[in-house]
């Protein structure tokens, strides 16, 4: 299996392929510990054994009884292809359609070493992202759509293709589920059975949809994180000389060290592992190492000082930073960070998302694996001491915000005092979540994280979609824009003029940028002529972030600022991914699980080919309309002003776009009738 035909030839089985084993010399995922019984197990390699005839079942059963009770899952590793794992160019797929081929490029990179967090356990990111969970999934994944047409449409549940069904043109290419376990039963000890037998995966939000593009997609969004948060809160977009202090340089955290240089501030992130922070380092994302807290204490005093905009990167745990930052506050009264957050995979707490304190590294992974009940007890009391070093430099004049990775929400569950709201459906907490304080208002005007990918492979493509877009939003500028709008497409033009400098590319030649209906339209219109013109050369993926207006919902996070009690509920999501999927999407997916963790979200993700022809114009203004409208519609309905105006304007542009509006209560009124 080292060529791209004998990846998508399916499974190898006579001869079986060699057991090679794992690679130790890549970074792997946290060993699992289920707990099943011995029926369970057995029904485990039951369900792995489906994958291969009954005359190979007494050989690899007892490897893949090895794996499960070595690394708690059975991942196939015998089935690991030989070849160089990266997203190759669209017309060098053994495909029959360019719609099946653009998916096998963004499949490819989403396992790609540079890009994936644990390539060979199939995790993009997040510590548990699963792109599919075994490599028998991947290579029949594969197959079917090398073997696809244009009237078929592949079933993916959770990782496995279901097969390939008679569809239509005009019907998405794959539909894909992941985590869709009953409410009741999305518990995270039950999850971790689940899994472990085989039956379901978690997809976080752009693993399981194919999506990721690489750390770039949360450097913008960091990016425009900070300098909102400082224009609301330091009353400056200026952040020279301002310290934002953090944790989480792995998957997608690594990319706060870039955005925090992009933004013009002093970034200061702990990464635990060495090879999470020497990663970014040699990437050139981060800019200073240091393993020493007094070091990194003088090199944070110096670039305040100057004024320097700097990367910083302590290597060590992030408890013992904050603790520091305090104390340093105490006795010499310095205020050494202006700005904080956290970006440590708290959704995932006791098995690698979030290391304890007491703990090192190497320490920490042999404990959450034999003495589970020992670290999720030291995990609690970290979260409890960080709370509290946290607490220390809030009152005395840093800003803090919840970076919508449930670090307040298990924080909370740890005993912390975190002001936890129960009149909120329990979703608020004293530290505001990014969503709520800075970003909400941003979703409801319309803005989000819009992506595209060059399947081409071409750097040169990338240049001239970024030339493209730049023009494209600068053109809706002049045409006239609502006040409102104006500051996030000049935020977002700046960016995509320096988007090459700063090197942002890891894996497939991708870009993103927020933009709200009109200029997503555009800016896809665009490119679909560039194609079509050959200014481009190769057919283009469009997708987003789920993390967006419409895609998700999640009452920790991206729906937190919902404030009619409807936070809980996830029709928007659900909605979001029908609604695409019959208007045009090449591809859709829908999660139980996202950023803050199992059973706490739904999100819903699209992927779109556009390939230079009319129907990829008439898909893509169909279908990007509703993406958008639908989360602004469902935003304006539960009163927020920004939605109002936004979907209003939305349909003075489209005749055929009617919306229920709000009737909005009087408070004085409300609290008369209800003392």
């Known amino acids: 299996m080292s060529t791209l035909k004998e990846v998508c030839d399916g499974l190898p089985l006579d001869p079986l392929p060699p057991h090679r084993g794992r690679d130790e010399n890549l970074p792997h995922a946290p060993i699992l510990n289920p707990n099943l019984t011995t029926e ?8 792995s054994l489906r994958y291969f005839p009954p005359e190979l079942h007494e050989r690899l059963a007892r490897e893949f009884v090895e794996e499960l009770r070595e690394y708690g899952h059975i991942y196939m590793y015998r089935f690991r292809p030989n070849i160089e794992m990266r997203a190759y160019p669209i017309n060098d797929y053994p495909a029959k359609t360019r719609q099946a ?8 990179n989403n396992l790609d070493p540079h890009v994936a967090q644990f390539p060979q356990e199939l995790v993009t990111y997040g510590g548990n992202g699963q792109v599919f ?11 079917y759509l090398s073997t696809m047409n244009e009237e078929q449409t592949l079933v993916m549940y959770s990782g496995h293709p279901m097969g390939l069904f008679p569809s239509s043109r005009d019907s998405p290419r794959v539909v894909i589920t992941n985590g869709m376990v009953v409410p009741n039963y999305s518990s995270r000890t039950l999850y971790d059975k689940l899994f472990a037998l085989g039956v379901t995966m978690y997809g976080q939000m752009t693993a399981g949809s194919y999506c990721y593009i690489g750390p770039q997609g949360i450097v913008h969004g960091t990016t425009l994180t900070l300098l909102n948060a400082a224009r609301k809160h330091l009353d400056t977009g200026d952040l020279s000389g301002k310290i934002f202090v953090t944790s989480g340089l792995g998957g997608m955290s690594g990319a706060q060290a870039k955005a925090a240089v992009i933004a013009g501030c002093i970034g200061v992130i702990a990464e635990v592992s060495e090879e999470a922070i020497y990663k970014r380092y040699n990437q050139g994302w981060l800019l200073q190492v240091t393993a020493n807290l007094d070091a990194c204490i003088a090199m944070i005093r110096q670039a305040k000082q100057n004024k320097t905009t700097t990367s910083i990167g302590y290597h060590g745990n992030v408890v013992d930073l ?6 340093e506050y105490d006795s010499t009264g310095d205020l050494l960070v202006d700005l904080g957050s956290d970006q440590t995979s708290c959704h995932n707490p006791f098995l690698g998302g979030y290391y304890p304190v007491q703990l090192t590294y190497k320490q920490a992974r042999v404990v959450m694996s034999e003495n589970p009940t020992i670290f999720k007890n030291l995990v609690q009391e970290s979260l409890r001491r960080h709370i ?3 607490d220390r430099l809030t009152s005395r004049g840093m800003f803090f915000w919840d970076y919508g990775n449930a670090f307040l929400l298990e924080a909370g569950r740890a005993g912390a005092n975190v002001g936890r709201a129960e009149g909120t459906n329990g979703t608020s907490f004293k530290y505001p979540s990014y969503v709520q304080d800075i970003m909400g208002d941003i979703f409801s005007l319309g803005f989000g994280p819009f992506r595209w990918v060059c399947t081409s492979c071409n750097p040169i ?18 045409q006239g824009v609502p006040k409102s709008t104006k500051q996030q497409y000049t935020d977002n033009i700046k960016w995509i003029k320096e988007a090459g400098q700063h090197k942002m590319v890891v894996g497939s030649q991708a870009r993103i940028l927020y933009s709200n209906q009109q200029g997503r339209q555009a800016i896809a219109l665009a490119f679909n002529k560039a194609i079509a013109d050959g200014q481009i050369t190769a057919p283009i993926a469009i997708s987003r972030d789920h993390h967006d207006v419409s895609g998700t919902d999640s009452p920790f996070r991206e729906t937190s600022n919902i404030t009619d009690g409807s936070n809980l509920c996830a029709d928007m999501a659900i909605q979001n991914v029908i609604g695409d999927s019959f208007r045009g999407a090449t591809w859709v997916a829908v999660h139980n699980g996202g950023g803050v963790g199992w ?5 819903g993700g699209f992927g779109l080919v556009l390939d230079g022809s009319e129907d990829a114009d008439r ?4 279908m990007l309309s509703w993406d958008v409208n639908n989360g602004v519609a469902r935003r304006c309905w539960s009163g927020n002003r920004n939605a109002e105006e936004t979907i209003c304007h939305a349909m003075d542009e489209d005749n055929n776009l009617k919306i229920t509006l709000p009737y909005h209560a009087d408070q004085d009124l409300l609290r008369k009738n209800i003392p």
């Not at 898909?619 to 169909?622: D, F, G, H, S």
Request: charged content about 30%; overall charge negative; glycine content about 2%.
């Open 40 to 47: 369970e197990e057995r029904l485990a390699l039951e369900n």
């Open 101 to 108: 081929a653009a998916v096998m490029h963004m499949i490819m």
């Open 133 to 143: 969970s075994n490599w028998a999934q991947f290579l029949l994944t594969m197959r």
């Open 322 to 327: 904050w603790e520091r930052l305090a104390d």
């Open 388 to 390: 509290a070093a946290i």
């Open 461 to 478: 493509d990338l240049e001239k979609s970024d030339e493209i877009a730049t023009c494209v939003l600068e053109d809706i500028i002049k």
């Open 599 to 603: 059973g706490e979200v739904i999100n």
């Open 619 to 622: 898909r893509a203004k169909l």
